[in-house]
């Protein structure tokens, strides 16, 4: 799914907030577009925030954590970024258990 459609920028810690004026003008319309979709990315906090407000109290790491939960129809990762690397690594699970499981449905959709 589509959260925003322009990148807002990078302030001090990171990057900013998406403009919500995006998400509201192009998401209603692109999603009836959208057939058959069979796997939906949900990346970083603010896209669980906007599509999982049930996970909004949580912690990034987790609603990661609770994968299995969602899955194979959604899955929520971390935002990718090489701040991340310090997650990555006291985060092995993540690695070892979902990037496996991502590219075993990626290959059975492709």
Not at 43 to 58: E, F, K, Q
Request: glycine share 4%; net charge positive.
């Amino acid at each position: 799914m589509l959260y925003n459609r322009v990148f807002p920028g990078t302030g001090k810690s990171g990057d900013l907030p998406p403009r919500t004026e995006c998400a509201l003008t192009w998401r209603e319309r692109i999603l009836p577009t959208l057939q058959a979709v069979e796997l939906t990315l949900i990346i970083g906090r603010y896209a669980i925030d906007w599509h999982l407000p049930t996970y909004s109290s949580s912690t990034v790491t987790a609603a990661v954590k609770s994968w299995v939960r969602l899955w194979p129809k959604q899955l929520i990762l971390p935002h990718p970024s090489p701040r991340n690397n310090r997650w990555l690594k006291a985060n092995p699970w993540f690695e070892d258990d979902i990037i496996p499981a991502l590219q075993e449905r990626t290959k059975q959709l492709i």
